[in-house]
């Protein structure tokens, strides 16, 4: 619980409280969450209720560490998938067109030579 | 090309008899109704009403045979292992400025009953807020802050809120896909008043690894925590009808199985890519944002090839309903929109033939009231458009008198009524003979519950009716004349409100009795059972919104459910944080 962490009352800024120690690094491996950057992890401190008032990292017990960690509100992985929009009511044109192209692709051999003859040719 | 399996077989077999065995009652109701009305002579208003009770008694036919082949067909076992899941689930709870206390409470039991489980680190929790009032935001903020420190939950609870809520939840969930989707092998979507037990949750988890191409798994959600006297008639129904419904459609529905929107297990990489869905041309109602995407959606994954599973023994699963008439008629005001809009992906690209038939269901499951209502016109009218009869036809020197065909419009009657009542008896007599009774209150209650609710169904029906035909009507218009605001946190209505809804209702019902009296007389007791619940709907609507009606039917052991005979723990967990919510 919160409550059983070291607490102490300096109003340091977060970043100059925790942004040379151990703690983003431990943050990292409590959440197992190696993506988590160190502007982000200060960020989450920042907001964070007990961590407003900073938290004695040194003296603190590693269990009460750990418990401060896993009340962060660190932000989502961030690994977003692509989502194409498939359009439900294509126009027609559309809608045949992979008919269009079979029925093209179907004509191509049964219909005749249509390779106009060269004019020198006709003559003759 | 894909060779079909013997359970691909099986489900071909029983949508094929399906279709057969309501095609032959739809065709003897049309005839016998045919024969009843010629009896007067034929005209044209005799042609629609034939097509009309064509139309209605296939579908009551349709609804009959589902419930039908829930008992004929169990549902299929799935091997499942006991191993720990290897992929990651994240657990989704879409909102949309909703009371944040219960919101929490129900999240905070899903997140202590998923701890309790072996491989709970597998699973992360996401609360998706579209809320669009500040103050709302504010409060889901603080709640996410406490809840986070309760449950010691940082780095698997996250709380996003977008600024707009484009394309509603199915746009919400695709924000979570196209940002943190590829995180996670599943998810699992839930509604802001869904309820599920962590257990349930892991075997779908097991369940969707044990079959790589299971892309949508369906739970069957249970209603629960309703106290009015609709609510409790509204649990009553699904919990002793709902599960042999739910496996009839899954008999039915095969590897093209259904999505509710909620209570799902899903495949994240294969909805996001088979999922998306470009708006549709031209303005709302028609046009826009596809509506009521769930549907769809199980439809796009079945058109990529994925199985999407209706899986009713899924227990574990549970979910709020409208506690009153008005707020249910609110909820299918829209759901009615968004299935009418489905008429124009009727005929989309590559879906399957089944997926169409859904879709086509759910467009008949609100058009199906205006059909009846048209045909209750037609009827009235029909008297007065009736040839006189012909005594002498030119053929005989003998007057011929018009045969009567009252057997056979007593017999269509009960007929009707048959295929109506006929698949919930059968239910309540497998629940007697089957020794479940007890989960029901036992056999003598469960009996005198089933006829109330026969009753009070029945009742109740007409004023369904004018509610879908409204809000058919109201779609087709492009209009909204409003609802009145009822937000008790109990359910129950003032009568204010309930007068506010339906007193058009008592005008038409009072309207078609005048009408009947005066100009079609031999119509006037058939019209009684409809129009008299229509001619006090205000009175009806405000006493099933009674939670005090609610609570004597509690006290007598009427409408009793399995989850009141044992306790749901995820739902008493939620109480208990709900409590502790309001005591701090």
Redesign the interface.
């Known amino acids: 619980m919160?409550q059983h962490v070291s607490i102490d009352h300096q109003t340091a800024t977060t970043a100059a409280l925790f942004a040379d120690s151990d703690l983003l690094d431990e943050i990292r491996s409590?959440?197992?969450?190696p993506d988590l950057g160190d502007d982000v992890l200060l960020s989450a401190l920042a907001s964070s209720?007990a961590a407003r008032h900073g938290i004695n990292h040194v003296t603190a017990m590693p269990q009460d560490r750990e418990?401060f960690?896993?009340?962060?509100?660190?932000?989502?992985?961030?690994?977003?998938?692509?989502?194409?929009?498939?359009?439900?009511?294509?126009p027609l044109a559309v809608?045949f067109a992979p008919l269009v192209a079979l029925w093209h692709r179907a004509l191509q051999p049964l219909a005749p030579q249509l390779k106009r003859v060269p004019v020198p040719a006709k003559d003759r | 090309m894909k060779k079909a399996g013997p359970e691909a077989w099986s489900t071909a077999f029983r949508r094929l008899a399906m279709a057969v065995i309501a095609l032959c009652l739809t065709t003897g109701a049309s005839y016998m109704f045919a024969i009843v009305v010629q009896s007067d002579g034929f005209d044209w208003l005799d042609i629609i009403r034939i097509a009309l009770m064509a139309v209605a008694s296939f579908w009551l036919a349709w609804g009959g045979c589902i419930a039908l082949f829930g008992i004929l067909f169990p549902p299929e076992e799935r091997s499942t292992g006991v191993n720990l899941p290897e992929g990651r689930t994240a657990i989704l709870l879409p909102i949309y400025n909703e009371a944040t206390g219960p919101v929490f409470a129900r999240l905070e039991a899903i997140m202590k009953s998923v701890a309790a489980l072996p491989a709970a680190d597998r699973f992360d929790f996401f609360v998706l807020s579209d809320t669009t009032k500040d103050d709302v935001g504010e409060a889901e903020q603080r709640a996410y802050q406490q809840l986070l420190v309760r449950q010691n939950a940082g780095g698997r609870l996250f709380y996003r809120r977008r600024e707009q809520n484009i394309g509603r939840k199915a746009g919400n969930i695709a924000d979570f896909l196209t940002t943190s989707g590829g995180a996670y092998e599943y998810m699992l979507v839930l509604d802001a008043d869904s309820l599920m037990d962590g257990k349930t949750i892991l075997e779908m988890v097991r369940r969707m690894e044990a079959d790589p191409r299971l892309g949508l798994l369906q739970s069957l959600p249970q209603i629960i925590g309703l106290s009015t006297l609709f609510g409790r008639l509204l649990q009553f129904a699904t919990g002793l009808y709902g599960p042999y419904f739910a496996r009839g459609l899954a008999a039915v529905q095969g590897e093209e199985g259904t999505f509710w929107g909620h209570n799902a297990l899903i495949r994240t990489r294969a909805f996001a890519a088979a999922c998306g869905m470009a708006p549709l041309t031209g303005k709302p109602p028609f046009g826009g944002h596809i509506l009521s995407h769930d549907t769809v959606e199980a439809a796009l994954l079945a058109r990529d090839g994925w199985k999407v599973h209706l899986d009713p023994d899924l227990t574990g699963s549970y979910e709020e309903a409208p506690a009153n008439m008005v707020d249910y008629a609110k909820r299918d005001r829209r759901w009615c929109q968004g299935n009418l809009q489905h008429s124009r992906i009727l005929a989309a690209p590559r879906f399957r033939f089944w997926s169409r038939i859904s879709i086509l269901q759910g467009v008949f499951a609100y058009l199906a009231s205006p059909i009846w209502c048209v045909f209750l016109l037609a009827s009235l009218a029909a008297p007065l458009v009736a040839p006189p009869p012909v005594y002498f036809d030119g053929h005989s020197p003998f007057p011929v008198f018009p045969h009567p065909e009252t057997t056979t419009a007593l017999a269509l009657l009960f007929g009707l009524v048959a295929l109506l009542i006929l698949p919930k008896l059968l239910l309540v007599a497998r629940a007697l003979l089957g020794g479940n009774s007890a989960d029901f209150g036992g056999p003598v209650r469960l009996l005198i519950s089933f006829l109330l609710e026969i009753l009070l169904t029945s009742i109740l029906a007409p004023i369904h009716m004018m509610f879908h035909c409204r809000s058919v009507f109201q779609v087709l218009t492009g209009a909204d004349s409003g609802w009145p605001t009822a937000d008790r946190d109990d359910g129950s209505l003032p009568i204010s409100a309930a007068f506010s809804a339906t007193w058009w209702m008592s005008i038409a019902g009072a309207g078609a009795i005048a009408f009947s009296h005066s100009y079609a007389p031999e119509m006037f007791y058939w019209l009684l059972p409809v129009a008299l619940p229509l001619v006090v709907a205000p009175l009806l609507v405000w006493m099933t919104a009674s939670v005090m009606l609610g609570k004597v039917t509690k006290k007598l052991g009427l409408f009793q459910v399995p989850t009141e005979a044992a306790p749901v723990e995820v739902a008493e967990d939620m109480r208990l944080a709900l409590s502790q919510k309001a005591a701090a």
């Open positions: 919160t409590v959440l197992k969450r209720p418990t960690i896993r009340t962060l509100p660190v932000p989502a992985p961030r690994h977003g998938l692509e989502m194409p929009q498939h359009d439900l009511n294509p809608r």
